[in-house]
């Protein structure tokens, strides 16, 4: 605080007033919330932030970074965290710790309080900014999370046939793509005992040189568990930039329909005979 009895005053006060200010607090934060978070929800985080604040403001003073805050910050990561997950925004959350400011003005800026409480309003405002750093860490997560699963959706491995499993792909085949759909076709392979893959990329909206690369080693990965790879929905318009790009698929079998595909597949399975993943007869 500004000084030694500035802060004592202060600490005085918010201690007296405890329930009265924690009180209007709840309120105030419950009704801009719209019912949307229950009011016992809010009404025990904000019970158990007021005293955790007082102590790091009688301990700590003015540093909200200081190892006196630790219980206020981790109180705070977790109330933002929630509000995160709950779909409440950024502001939304900041106000749970910002409307405090207004719920002390009345009380606190008469006469010679009002020093210690603009010192008092920087600190919830260094708090406020906390939770949206949290919160916005949070929702990143949440996003990238989200991601991983679409990813997972957007890359399926089906078995087409006894021996053969499909990886028909849709939209962009970029490097993590390739490496979901590298894991999920080798481990398809394994658990169905499939001895050829058909990659179709008829839904692939351009060919270009790294996703060829992408593509063979994809094809590669599948040939060292032993299986055959065929690659289909080599449409007119990619064919010809394949060969403009001077790209190279050396002795990987293409074919332009996934339908084609198959039927190679078939009767490659019908002139070997039965050949389990790994050459094993």
Same mark, same amino acid.
């Given at each position: 605080?500004?000084? /030694?009895?500035?802060?004592?005053?202060?600490?005085?006060?918010?201690?007296?007033?405890? !329930?009265?200010? +924690?009180?209007?607090?709840?309120?105030?934060?419950?009704?801009?919330?719209?019912?949307?978070?229950?009011?016992?929800?809010?009404?025990?985080d904000l019970h158990e932030l007021y005293p955790a604040l007082l102590d790091a403001l009688r301990s700590g003073g003015l540093a909200?970074?200081?190892? #006196? *805050?630790?219980?206020? =910050?981790?109180?705070?990561? !977790?109330?933002?965290?929630?509000?995160? =997950?709950?779909?409440?925004?950024?502001?939304?959350?900041?106000?749970? $710790?910002?409307?405090? %400011?207004?719920?002390?003005? @009345? &009380?606190?800026?008469?006469?010679?309080?009002? =020093?210690? *409480?603009?010192?008092?309003?920087?600190?919830?405002?260094?708090?406020?900014? *906390? +939770?949206?750093?949290?919160?916005?860490?949070?929702?990143?997560?949440?996003?990238?999370?989200? &991601?991983?699963?679409?990813?997972?959706?957007?890359?399926?491995?089906? %078995?087409?046939?006894?021996?053969?499993?499909?990886?028909?792909? $849709?939209?962009?085949?970029?490097?993590?793509?390739?490496?979901?759909?590298? !894991? %999920?076709?080798?481990?398809?392979?394994?658990?169905?005992?499939? +001895?050829? &893959?058909?990659?179709?990329?008829?839904? /692939? @909206?351009? /060919?270009?040189?790294?996703?060829?690369?992408?593509?063979? %080693?994809? /094809? $590669?990965?599948?040939?060292?568990?032993?299986?055959?790879?065929?690659? #289909?929905?080599?449409?007119?318009?990619?064919?010809?930039?394949?060969?403009a790009l001077g790209i190279e698929f050396g002795d990987i079998t293409t074919k332009a329909t996934l339908a084609d595909a198959l039927r190679h597949a078939l009767d490659?399975?019908?002139? =070997?005979? @039965?050949? !389990?993943?790994?050459?094993?007869?």
């Amino acid at each position: 605080m500004t000084n /030694v009895g500035d802060s004592d005053r202060l600490l005085g006060l918010l201690t007296e007033g405890r !329930e009265e200010f +924690t009180g209007q607090w709840v309120r105030s934060v419950t009704s801009t919330l719209a019912g949307r978070l229950p009011a016992a929800e809010v009404q025990q985080d904000l019970h158990e932030l007021y005293p955790a604040l007082l102590d790091a403001l009688r301990s700590g003073g003015l540093a909200t970074r200081d190892e #006196s *805050y630790g219980e206020v =910050r981790s109180l705070l990561t !977790e109330l933002s965290r929630n509000r995160a =997950r709950q779909g409440f925004s950024p502001t939304e959350t900041a106000f749970s $710790v910002l409307s405090l %400011k207004d719920v002390l003005e @009345p &009380a606190l800026t008469a006469g010679e309080d009002v =020093r210690a *409480y603009l010192q008092l309003a920087r600190v919830l405002d260094d708090l406020g900014l *906390y +939770t949206i750093e949290v919160h916005a860490k949070t929702r990143e997560e949440i996003i990238s999370a989200q &991601a991983e699963q679409l990813l997972e959706l957007s890359t399926p491995v089906v %078995k087409l046939w006894e021996g053969v499993v499909g990886v028909p792909l $849709v939209g962009t085949l970029d490097s993590a793509r390739t490496q979901v759909v590298m !894991e %999920k076709l080798l481990q398809s392979l394994l658990d169905l005992n499939a +001895t050829h &893959a058909i990659v179709d990329i008829t839904g /692939v @909206p351009a /060919v270009d040189t790294q996703v060829a690369q992408h593509l063979l %080693k994809t /094809v $590669v990965a599948a040939r060292m568990m032993g299986a055959e790879c065929v690659i #289909s929905g080599i449409r007119p318009q990619i064919a010809q930039t394949i060969v403009a790009l001077g790209i190279e698929f050396g002795d990987i079998t293409t074919k332009a329909t996934l339908a084609d595909a198959l039927r190679h597949a078939l009767d490659r399975i019908e002139a =070997r005979g @039965p050949v !389990e993943i790994g050459g094993l007869l």
